[in-house]
């Protein structure tokens, strides 16, 4: 069965400090995965996707995240976090490409400390 | 300008009663969905319309019925609601099933 792993529940990093998001998945084809946000109260905002091709991915908000296929990761950094970032991350991947059924991790709470 | 809109933002009600909840975009997506997230955070889709045909129905108690009017709405009504049932539903649409989605605000559900 497909899944997604997000081993880190919560994570805290200083303002300006790097980042990183650890997302594991299990899926049999070649999944189309996401990375969304959101921000307290908010809905969800994709930060970016990877469908296929160069697996370094360029987001939103000076995000960038990495498909590693040996590894089944695809990790979220940034290299410098602003206190903005503080929020709920989301990892996802796409299970069935004909119904658009996205399947979720169970999320990463960041805390920016200034 | 809301790409994915909800109403109501909140809505408490008491346990048995029937509520409805309204979503509408105007990216003009041809596939809409509805997403349950509970008090965990843990997000689970329920429902998929594509040109207005359901395309995904997870395990989701027949109490819930989501109506289709349109390809810009996706509406979820919920019968005889239950304590379970409190958590943020979130309405989301894409281009496709292939393509990424687009989240709505959400809506709290709190039954009493």
């Known amino acids: 069965a497909q899944s997604v792993t997000q081993p880190d529940i919560h994570i805290t990093v200083s303002e300006g400090a790097s980042l990183e998001l650890r997302c594991n998945y299990s899926y049999g084809a070649t999944p189309y995965l996401f990375w969304y946000v959101q921000s307290p109260g908010q809905g969800l905002q994709l930060l970016l996707k990877?469908?296929?091709?160069?697996?370094l991915v360029q987001g939103i908000k000076g995000f960038e995240a990495e498909f590693k296929r040996s590894q089944s990761s695809f990790n979220l950094r940034k290299p410098s976090v602003h206190w903005s970032d503080a929020a709920e991350y989301f990892c996802a991947v796409g299970a069935q490409s004909n119904t658009g059924k996205l399947i979720f991790g169970q999320g990463t709470t960041l805390q920016v400390k200034p | 300008d809301t790409a994915v809109s909800q109403t109501p933002k909140y809505l408490v009600t008491q346990m048995g009663n029937d509520k409805s909840i309204k979503c509408e975009q105007n990216l003009g997506h041809d596939t809409m969905y509805w997403y349950k997230q509970d008090s965990k955070k843990f997000l689970k889709i329920m429902f998929s319309y594509n040109n207005k045909e359901l395309i995904i129905n997870e395990t989701v108690p027949n109490r819930f019925s989501p109506k289709s009017p349109d390809k810009a709405h996706l509406n979820l009504h919920i019968n005889s609601l239950e304590l379970g049932d409190s958590a943020v539903y979130f309405c989301?649409?894409?281009?496709?099933?292939?393509?990424?989605?687009?989240f709505g605000p959400g809506t709290r559900l709190t039954v009493t």
């Open positions: 990877y469908f296929s091709g160069d697996t």
């Open positions: 989301a649409s894409s281009q496709d099933p292939t393509n990424e989605q687009y």
